[in-house]
C-alpha cells in the first residue's frame, strides 16, 4: 500500500448527504478508508464556500475533489453552482462530479428551464420531447450527467460519474477513477509548463499561400 495518505475533500451543499457517501467505506469517525493500493482521508465541506473563510485552506490541503450532488432542481442547483464558481480557476488535482442515486432509482429530479417548476424525469424518457405541467412549454428532455455538464459549463476533462448511495462497489469504482490520475510527489517541470502556457493562449493562424 502507498505509504502517503491521500487527503480528498467531499464538497456538498448537505453535510449529511456526504456524511452519508463516504460511511460506506468508513465506518469510524476518522473518515478514513483504503481505496486501491492508497490510504484516504476524507475531508468534508458543505455549504457555500464564499461564507466560510476555511474552505480556501481545505482546498489547498486536498489531494483530490469530489463535488456531491443529489438532485439538479433550480434550488439545489443555484448552491451547486456557488461552490463549483468558487473553485479555482484551474484546479491542479484530480477533480470528478459523482451523481448520487439510490440502487434501482430510474428517475431523476430537475426544474424547468422556462419557469423553474420541479420536475420528476425517467431516464426512458431521455431524448424524448416533454412539455412542463405547469407553463406547458416543452423542451427536450436531458440526460441527468448532461444537464449537469450544461448548467455548470463544465469542460470535458471533468469526469461526471453516477453512483449508488451506500453501495461499496460503486463507491469504490468512482473513487478509483477520481485517483487514478493522481500522480504523487511529480511536478510539471518548465518545459511542461512552457507548452501548457502555448495551449492556453490565442494565436492568430498562419495562411499558407497556394
Known sequence: MDGRKINVLALSIFRDLAEDFISVATPDSNNEAVIGDKMV???????????DPSFDEEMRQADAVALLVRFLDVLSMDKIKAIYRHLPDEINVPFAVFLLRDK???DFKISCPSCGQKLWLRDTDV??????????????????QDHLKSQLALPDSVTVLQTVRKDRESFTSAMLSLLKSLSLGIKPTGEEVNVEALKNATMRIQIQES
Open 104 to 106: 434501482g432509482e430510474a
Open 127 to 144: 431524448g424524448k420531447r416533454g412539455r412542463c405541467p405547469n407553463c406547458k412549454k416543452p423542451f427536450v428532455i436531458s440526460s441527468q
Open 41 to 51: 482521508k476524507f475531508h468534508i465541506f458543505s455549504g457555500d464556500p464564499a461564507q
